[in-house]
């Protein structure tokens, strides 16, 4: 089998494919690519066994065949190589590979692609179409409320729930959650599923800008199509808690405040938090909003003070600093309002100015004050 392509179109697929390559693979054939030529189309497949990863591109050929690839040491001989066309030579009984550029040659050894793991059966029952930036909105403000307890299954994804004309997104740990609602998607189907955290982080990546995703879905496999490629998913099979019944209805106390301003003001109070709680505490009135965190085993202590609207009683409540500046930190809007009732019940963060067709809630437990001393 012999092709020849532009060494820089390959590098743009095998690093796209490349994402779904796993660090420590359970197989040794999991460190490579699947290559197939048919025609004059080359088909690379990159896989861990739970997200999997196709790709088509034209390549000048005259013979059909396939290997695996080992792909690292194929990403850093592209990587290295100026903008030129590449030869690959395989022989297809010893599985061994010649790689010619203008440079010289580069040699190395395939595996056989008959152990290569198969694709997942794309045969589904429902699909949906979605722009590729409404996930990318989706999945920046969900990714980082993931929980990483495999103890707690299902918290490990983002829930995904489709609803005729909407589609919702949520993640949680328990100590935070958020729910992102995206209006004008159509779908026949109300359904929902746990995508993996790893396919959302890698679509997060690889989606291209402002193109059209066709989402389709079975019992066990999510499939997410566009362009030249399919990357594939087995959906992570637990029953998602019942967010819905921890958001509080009733935060009467509401707080609105420029997000870049308290943002920039928590990034410098939380160097002076205990390392352990990342406790800061917020003391709301009218018109002000004081921000104080300390770590009395060493003495460390900040205040700082900011402007604000205040409606409500007058309140203290602590939070895990860390945890807002990661909430304030994908949130958009100018202005964000945070709506309380007690020191001790969750607190509930919004944009002050709704966007049209989009609703995003984040909720943060409270730390009870001084907890940990």
Do not use: W
Request: hydrophobic share 40%; aromatic share 6%.
């Amino acid at each position: 089998m012999k092709f020849s392509v532009s060494s820089a179109e390959l590098l743009k697929q095998i690093q796209l494919a490349g994402g779904a390559i796993g660090t420590n693979p359970v197989l040794p054939i999991l460190e490579d690519f699947l290559f197939q030529v048919k025609g004059k189309i080359l088909t690379i497949q990159s896989t861990d066994l739970e997200t999997s990863v196709k790709t088509e591109m034209e390549v000048k050929s005259d013979q059909n065949g396939a290997v695996a690839i080992p792909a690292k040491i194929l990403i850093d001989t592209l990587k290295s190589l100026p903008e030129q066309p590449v030869t690959f030579s395989v022989d297809t009984a010893t599985n061994s590979i010649e790689i010619t550029s203008s440079y010289g040659r580069y040699r190395l050894a395939g595996e056989n692609p008959g152990e290569y793991p198969s694709f997942p059966s794309t045969v589904t029952q429902d699909t949906v179409k979605i722009n590729s930036g409404i996930l990318h909105d989706a999945f920046q403000k969900t990714l980082f409320a993931t929980s990483s307890d495999e103890l707690r299954l299902a918290m490990t994804g983002i829930l995904v729930q489709l609803d005729f004309n909407k589609i919702i997104f949520v993640s949680t740990d328990a100590h935070k959650l958020v729910k992102y609602v995206f209006q004008g998607v159509s779908s026949d189907v109300a359904t929902q599923f746990i995508l993996p955290k790893k396919t959302c982080s890698l679509l997060n990546n690889i989606l291209p800008p402002d193109t059209e995703i066709e989402i389709s879905f079975s019992k066990s496999n999510a499939f997410f199509s566009f362009g030249h490629s399919l990357l594939a998913c087995r959906l992570v099979d637990a029953k998602y808690p019942d967010y819905n019944g921890v958001i509080p209805v009733d935060n009467p106390n509401v707080l609105t405040v420029n997000r870049t301003q308290l943002l920039q003001s928590l990034r410098r109070i939380a160097i002076y938090a205990n390392k352990t709680t990342n406790q800061v505490a917020l003391q709301v009135d009218e018109g002000s909003l004081t921000i104080t965190s300390q770590d009395l085993d060493f003495s460390n202590e900040a205040t700082e003070q900011l402007a604000c609207t205040f409606n409500g009683k007058p309140m203290s409540i602590a939070f895990n600093g860390k945890f807002l500046i990661e909430m304030l930190s994908v949130m958009s809007t100018d202005e964000i309002s945070i709506r309380l009732s007690t020191p001790n019940r969750a607190g509930i963060l919004t944009p002050a100015e709704e966007i049209k067709g989009q609703d995003l809630l984040m909720l943060i437990m409270p730390v009870l004050i001084n907890q940990g001393h």
